[in-house]
């Protein structure tokens, strides 16, 4: 069974440059989600999708972050435009069922802003 | 906002012995979940215990909720190199359909 892919792994940018990061979750999985991990932290969760419904995206910084999820499947994450602070590796994992069972990491995207 | 956390922040041991790694949190719980991280991979879970169960098993890992302390113990007997990595605990708080993951620990294991 193929794991949760994500692309690209590795993504140098300038500030104020637009960025996005893909995910593909684990084949059946309705809920995915997308983390960000800054060095030495936890993950923290921007997004929640059930199916292509975003059903918590209350941490997500919405004057420069967007998301979409096609069609209940794939994702995109969007950075516009990217700031310092927003160095990070980008996680998206996904699950079958619900939120608090057991989630399913992709490698992640990290994100250097220079 | 991160509720979990995990006690010691570094822990280094010989191969072979056992590690113990301490989580606290302050809400009430449906679950807690450890999960492991290697250097540059994404997170792997290890184990799910629920708020009713005490104690749980799955291969060299033992772990240990009491909800009247907050608090939750992972236990890797035997260790090996390979066990190197940073481990988190995430809470699943009641009420809420959302993991919250510790600021993780680092363990090393020295061949």
């Known amino acids: 069974e193929a794991g949760v892919v994500q692309s690209p792994r590795y993504k140098i940018i300038e500030k104020k440059q637009p960025v996005a990061f893909w995910c593909n979750p684990i084949?059946?999985?309705?809920?995915l989600y997308w983390y960000r991990q800054n060095l030495g932290q936890g993950p923290e969760l921007l997004i929640r999708?059930?199916?292509?419904?975003?059903?918590?995206d209350s941490q997500l910084p919405k004057d420069r972050f967007s998301a979409e999820r096609l069609k209940g499947v794939d994702s995109t994450l969007k950075i516009q435009p990217a700031e310092l602070g927003d160095s990070a590796v980008y996680l998206c994992?996904?699950?079958?069922?619900?939120?608090?069972?057991?989630?399913?990491f992709g490698p992640g995207t990290r994100l250097t802003v220079l | 906002s991160q509720q979990g956390e995990e006690d010691p922040q570094a822990l280094s041991i010989q191969e072979g012995e056992n590690a113990t790694m301490n989580c606290s949190y302050k809400?009430?719980?449906?679950?807690l979940q450890w999960y492991r991280q290697n250097s540059g991979r994404g997170l792997v879970h290890l184990i799910l215990?629920?708020?009713?169960?005490r104690e749980k098993h799955s291969g060299r890992l033992r772990v240990t909720l009491d909800t009247s302390k907050k608090s939750s113990s992972l236990l890797i007997t035997a260790s090996r190199a390979a066990d190197t990595a940073s481990y988190f605990c995430?809470?699943?708080?009641?009420?809420?359909?959302?993991?919250?993951f510790g600021k993780g620990m680092k363990l090393t294991v020295n061949p």
């Open positions: 994992a996904s699950s079958p069922g619900a939120a608090y069972n057991e989630q399913f």
């Open positions: 995430a809470t699943a708080q009641g009420g809420s359909e959302k993991l919250v």
């Open positions: 999708y059930e199916n292509e419904e975003a059903v918590d």
């Open positions: 084949s059946g999985h309705n809920t």
């Open positions: 809400t009430s719980i449906n679950n």
């Open positions: 215990i629920r708020s009713n169960e």
